[in-house]
């Protein structure tokens, strides 16, 4: 089983703000095959980016990631305060498809 | 609009068993793969099990198989997933969630809200 671990555990910044997220596997993704989701309290997850850098349909362009093998990386290029919420990466190359335990963004 | 409406979470006692469904609107629901993902409570996200379109390939997550049955039914756009001998650690909200492709091999583009099972005496 690939284990995902993600960091920092909280990430506390300001709206305008460049969030750098990492996610790191213990062992290399197949194909980049390296999704991140955004999930808030009573809402549906929501899908981000897949294949390591692709957005997925109708996702705000300050959202990009980035990264291969066993690093990945999601930015929010400029905070707003919607983007408030916990961020998961999982890996789907490889079954189980794991998830990592997630990185909690808070706006001031 | 994609829609994934979740059902039949409920209090149940270690041991017995429950059965999920999900209800798919809004696309063509044989075109896709889904899955069930569960959540605790306060903490992450676990995938649960898969199924392709036509349900040749289905797969679980090893703290499932042997308890857990996924199955899908296309002339009624539904999922399901049959648990049985539940136990504690598998209260969480379950979550339905579509493959973006034909094969059960991710990512999950559309989810449901979720349906909260509770596994307790």
């Known amino acids: 089983e690939i284990v995902l671990t993600q960091s920092p555990g909280t990430l506390s910044l300001s709206p305008g703000e460049r969030a750098t997220l990492s996610c790191r596997a213990s062992q290399s993704v197949r194909s980049s095959y390296l999704a991140w989701y955004q999930l808030k309290p009573g809402q549906a997850p929501r899908l981000l980016i897949y294949g390591a850098s692709s957005r997925a349909t109708d996702i705000p362009g300050r959202f990009s990631g980035s990264g291969s093998g066993t690093d990945f990386t999601l930015t929010i290029s400029r905070l707003e305060p919607e983007d408030s919420a916990v961020y998961y990466c999982q890996q789907y190359g490889t079954s189980p498809f794991t998830f990592g335990p997630g990185t909690k963004v808070d706006i001031k | 609009e994609v829609q994934l409406v979740e059902s039949g979470g409920a209090l149940v006692q270690p041991g017995r068993s429950l059965r999920l469904s999900c209800a798919a609107s809004?696309?063509?629901?044989?075109?896709?793969?889904m899955h069930w993902v569960r959540q605790v409570p306060g903490k992450g996200l676990e995938w649960v099990s898969g199924?392709?379109?036509?349900?040749?390939?289905?797969i679980y997550a090893d703290s499932v198989k042997g308890r857990f049955t996924i199955s899908r039914d296309n002339a009624k756009n539904s999922l399901y997933l049959q648990m049985n001998s539940l136990r504690i650690e598998d209260t969480a909200f379950y979550y339905c969630?579509?493959?973006?492709?034909?094969?059960?091999?991710?990512?999950?583009?559309?989810w449901g809200q979720g349906t909260l099972v509770t596994v307790s005496s």
């Open positions: 969630a579509r493959d973006k492709n034909i094969a059960a091999a991710g990512p999950f583009d559309y």
């Open positions: 809004g696309f063509t629901f044989d075109d896709y793969a």
């Open positions: 199924i392709n379109w036509k349900s040749s390939t289905i």
